[in-house]
């Protein structure tokens, strides 16, 4: 099953404010999996997101994103075909 990808969904997922005052996030435009690492001033972060009518994604969702990209970048180790080092 194919999906469309759509230009229009923005997604933000907030990985650290610090006590510097700036914000750390991932910022993901059409998929929330493909996505740019910034750091903005958090008054500059909020007007971002304001501009870009973003979706946060909550903690389920970014596990999902983690999970996925652990499968892909290191494997699936319950895979038939997994390597040895994979499992």
Known sequence: MTTK??????????????GDG????DF????????V?????????QEFCENNTVKLLDDEQAAQIDADRRVWREGDPSH???????R
């Open 37 to 45: 690492e910034l750091i903005l001033p958090e008054p500059a972060f």
């Open 22 to 25: 700036f914000v750390e996030f």
């Open 5 to 18: 990808f759509d230009t229009q969904q923005r997604f933000v997922r907030v990985r650290r404010i610090r």
């Open 80 to 86: 038939p075909t997994a390597t040895k080092a994979t």
């Open 28 to 35: 993901a435009i059409g998929d929330p999996a493909l996505y």
